[in-house]
Every structure is written in C-alpha cells, then in structure tokens.
C-alpha cells in the first residue's frame, strides 16, 4: 500500500530492503519518525502497532484519515484548486494551526437572543466542540494539499503542478482501514521511546539526516542526534535506524551493527541521472541472521558491532 503523500526522506524505493533486516519476531512495533508512513503502510499490520511524528500536522492528517476519513473526503472537496494564491493561502492555515471562522462570533450573538440561559450555555459548548473537530478535518486538508501543491513535498514553494484530488480518495479509504488499530501519537522521541520499550518490542527509526535537517520542518539538532543515540544504548527491545552514511554517524553508532549501501538520489535525479546518495542502515541485533537476506556484491558492506541476541 502507498503513501497518501511523497514526504522528505521517504522510504519507497527502499522498504523492501528495510522489511528484509526486520527481526524475525516481535510484540509490538513502533515508528519513531513514522514521516509519510512508508514502510508503516508497505507491511502487514502487527497487532501492537504505534505511528509517531513530532509533526503535529503529520500526526493529526494520519489521525483524521483513521477517524473521519469521509469528512476529510468531504472537507477536499471534488475539483483541483491549482495555483499559487490557493498554495499560500494553505501554507497561512498551517502556519497559524488555525482556520478561521467568520460566522463563529454571529452565530453565538443569536444563541444569546432566542435561548435562555442554562440553553445558551449548552448549545454554546456544543457549538464550540463542532468547531473544534472540524478543525482537525481542515487543517488536515489543508496540510494534505499544502503538501501536494508545494515543490518537492517540501511544504515552502509552489510546486506548479496541477494535481487531482479525486486521485486521493480510494487512498484515504485503505489508508483509513489500515490504521484502524494503529495508535499514533505526537511525541518527542525519547518520551515515546522510554514509554513503548519492552524487551519485546521493536522500533523502526527514520530520523532527520544529520547535516541535512533543514530540509524538515522540525528542528532536529546535533544534540538531538546524541540525544537519540544515548535513549538507543538503554533499550531493552530492538531497533533499526536509517541514517546517511557519514563518519559522524558512523563513529556515533560505532558499538552497533552499521550496514552500508547506496540508492539513487531523488533529489538531484533531474540533473545527474546516475547520483546516487550513501545511507546506512544500524541496528543493536544482527540482521543478517535473517534467512531472507542475499548480500548483494558491490552494493553493502557490514561493519561488525558488539553482538547481540536476535
């Protein structure tokens, strides 16, 4: 199953290979920087699953396609709306976090004047809590098309290409069905980290590149990246981490297993059709155990950490 949105660093091309290093068995599944959801939405469902993203607009789009995906049907409406004054007005919503509501104000004076006032307390709360919901529906729209609109995902630019929303709407359906026993949260990764660990638990992290972050639009800084190496070395269950292939990153998972590779770069794509972009992938067991993996000639090379149980 696809994405319902292309996202920064997104894992398409490359997921196959990721479900291949999974272990061999598992509790509870956990994505840390869940992003667009790619790998989330290219595998089975496991019973015990967490999406997470300290995005709020990623986390809240996710969460209102699972809730109320008919009123996000609904609310993105049936013909394209393409072009740069419909762009900037979506990139104001999100950066506000609020749709304004010129009828809100009106709508309560005449509350005031046809109820009493035990009514007007009640209808005023139901009111508000209307308002509130569909909140989430429309900022999730919003971001939706702020992110199909924008260049490269990337959320900044007019991306001046037209795109159908009707195009969306069988995605938004699977997409509902998948994570309906999903939980997705909006959490720091240490905090969500310390919360799900078990020894049988197994975190899948995709974390902002290091010296790449301002392609993201949560700030992830250089302590973070420690920050997150530090909450790996105390866990009690599993992970694997998709990180950039770099010597900073590579001395600061050292003591793991580092298994490197290299993927077309999508980024300069249009320019040099053979870039290609070094990641690594890093975990605190050994993927190769699993029977599934084939190491390809000239396209990994694994560097041995401390050894772990499967």
Known sequence: MNSLISWVGGKKSIRDLIYARFPQSYGRYIEVFGGGGWVLFGKKPDK????????????????????????????????????????????????KQRVEDKFLQEEMEKVKVYFTE????????????????????KLAVAFFKLV??????????????????????????????????????NKDFEALIIQYDRSDAFFYLDPPYYETEGHYSVVFTKEDHIRLRNTLKKLQGKFLLSYNDCEFIR??????????????????????KSSQFPEVLISNYNPMKNSGIQKQLDLFEQDGGDENDE
């Open 251 to 272: 001395d600061l998972y050292k003591d793991f297993y580092i298994e490197g590779f290299s993927r077309i770069n999508n980024m300069a794509l249009r320019y040099d």
């Open 48 to 95: 015990f699953e967490v999406y997470n993203d300290f995005n709020n607009n990623l986390s809240n789009m996710f969460a209102v396609v699972r809730d109320q995906p008919l009123a996000f049907i609904q609310e993105l409406g049936y013909l394209p709306e393409n072009g740069r004054n419909i762009f900037n007005l979506y990139k104001e919503i999100i950066t």
């Open 148 to 185: 199909r609109y924008s260049y490269g995902s990337g959320c900044k630019t007019f991306g001046c290409r037209p795109y159908d929303v009707r195009k969306a709407f069988n995605t938004v359906w699977q997409i509902s069905d998948r994570l309906a026993n999903t939980v997705i949260e």
């Open 118 to 137: 035990l009514q007007q307390e009640e209808i005023m709360e139901i009111m508000k809590q209307e308002r509130i919901e569909k909140q989430d529906v």
